[in-house]
């Protein structure tokens, strides 16, 4: 199975702020990674999918990034609406995996 | 507008089986692949299998820990998909969700969760 490793696992910042979260694949996936909001008590949300590629009606403050094993996903300024955890997924071979996780609270 | 809702979810004890159902509408639902997560009370989302549409003769994959005792089936009559739960474990517990499938293989829509609760 892909292993996908998320980092940080919390991440605290202020609205403002440029926001970056890791993915690394233990194996190439290419661009096969998605990114997910959550939020309490709620389905995740799709952001981004094949690495950059923004989903209708998601803000363009997301973007994503990367190939091969290392991705990350960008909020430019971090707005209240945005404080979530955020999940990476490869969909490049089954069994599908995702990260752990990244929470982002208020600093 | 694109829905899915799941029901089903239910306190059940160890070695029983429960059937989820997902209804989708909004979208034609014999057109996508329909695949079900479930997330462990506070913890991380986990990929349980996937069912492929009627062009793809409704194949399905499965993850490893549900293998044998999960079954992913589909009734496009009833816009609806189903995940038949046998020889059920606590560490089976959690939110499960189903969602819609593109045709690049990403989930882009997802139920709002069903709780099972395996205990005895």
């Known amino acids: 199975d892909i292993q996908m490793t998320q980092s940080p696992s919390t991440l605290s910042a202020s609205v403002g702020d440029r926001v970056t979260i890791t993915c690394r694949a233990s194996?190439?996936?290419?661009?096969?990674v998605a990114w997910y909001q959550q939020k309490p008590g709620k389905a995740p949300k799709l952001l981004i999918y094949?690495?950059?590629n923004l989903q209708g009606g998601v803000p363009s403050r997301f973007s994503g990034s990367g190939s091969a094993t290392e991705f990350t996903l960008t909020i430019s300024s971090l707005q209240p609406d945005d404080f979530a955890i955020y999940h990476c997924?490869?969909?490049?071979?089954?069994?599908?995996?995702f990260g752990q996780g990244t929470k982002v609270e208020v600093k | 507008e694109v829905q899915l809702v799941e029901s089903g979810g239910d306190l059940v004890k160890p070695g029983h089986s429960l059937r989820l159902s997902c209804s989708g509408s909004?979208?034609?639902?014999?057109?996508?692949?329909m695949t079900w997560f479930r997330q462990a009370p506070g913890k991380g989302l986990e990929w349980i299998g996937f069912?492929?549409?009627?062009?793809?003769?409704?194949?399905?994959e499965y993850a490893a820990s549900v293998r044998g005792r999960f079954t992913i089936s589909r009734d496009d009559s009833k816009t609806s998909v189903y995940l038949q739960m046998n020889r059920l474990q606590t560490e089976d517990s959690g939110i499960y969700y189903c969602?819609?499938?593109?045709?690049?293989?990403?989930?882009?829509?997802w139920g709002q969760g069903t709780l099972v609760t395996v205990s005895s």
């Open positions: 969602a819609r499938e593109t045709k690049s293989g990403v989930a882009d829509h």
């Open positions: 909004g979208f034609t639902f014999p057109d996508f692949g």
């Open positions: 069912i492929r549409n009627n062009f793809f003769r409704e194949t399905t």
């Open positions: 194996q190439t996936i290419y661009d096969w």
């Open positions: 094949k690495t950059s």
């Open positions: 997924q490869q969909y490049y071979s089954y069994p599908w995996t």
